[in-house]
């Protein structure tokens, strides 16, 4: 078994947890912080999160805007395409329904592409992302989210693998086709199932 990454709290058992993907294992404590690019320092006073493309109504909330929508909670698993879980996470925001709701999706949308502060993107079929099965999150465990994990509002798609949970969401365009974000036209897979260890092109 490959050793786990410095600063990695890693809790082996001879019995495999139900709620585990293949080849996954469990992580106590915090989880880990990775990411492709610089942490930026956004205030929320300056954040704003587009809804566009193939929508009747574009719209650009603003953080007290957006706060505004009913909020909602997920706890449950979150899985890192580097083999890392953590069971019992707990994230505060909005669903994606509710800002969908509003901003009105066409008929011929079928596709999401999720844009961030530092250029990053991420594409998502839209059955991943509706039916309460994503949010724009801010708040862990009852406090902010700190800027190492997203902060202040990341994607949180958490039945995908975490890359696909894209951290300081700016955006959300609604397309007819899919458009490969950041990962996945550097190797990844395109859809990201952990129970079907979809990590990368070719699995």
């Known amino acids: ?3 786990p990454t410095r600063g990695f709290v890693w809790r082996e058992s001879r019995v495999r947890a139900s709620w585990l993907p293949p080849g996954q294992h ?3 404590g915090a989880w880990p912080v990775l990411t492709a690019e610089a942490t930026p320092d956004i205030r ?3 954040w704003t ?3 566009e493309g193939l ?3 574009p719209r650009m909330w603003t953080w007290d805007e957006i706060h505004v929508l ?3 909670t997920y706890s449950g698993d979150i899985h890192c395409v580097t083999s890392w879980s953590k069971h019992d996470v707990a994230f505060r925001g909005v669903s994606i329904d509710a800002l969908f709701d509003h901003s009105r999706v066409l008929p011929e949308a079928t596709h999401v592409v999720g844009s961030c502060h530092t250029g990053y993107t991420t594409n998502l079929p839209l059955a991943d992302v509706t039916g309460g099965r994503a949010w724009v999150a801010f708040e862990y465990r009852g406090e902010p989210l700190p800027a190492a994990h997203g902060g202040p509002a990341r994607l949180l798609v958490p039945h995908l693998y975490f890359w696909k949970s894209a951290k ?3 955006g959300l365009r609604l397309l007819d086709h899919d458009e490969p974000g950041f990962w996945e036209r550097n190797g990844y897979h395109n859809h990201g199932d952990p129970w079907l ?3 990368y092109q070719g699995d």
Do not use: C, F, K, N
Request: zero cysteines.
């Open 197 to 199: 260890e979809e990590r």
């Open 1 to 3: 078994m490959a050793r």
């Open 26 to 28: 469990d992580i106590e």
């Open 55 to 57: 929508v009747e109504e």
């Open 49 to 51: 999160l587009a809804v």
């Open 44 to 46: 929320t006073e300056e």
């Open 70 to 72: 009913p909020q909602s």
């Open 168 to 170: 300081w969401l700016t």
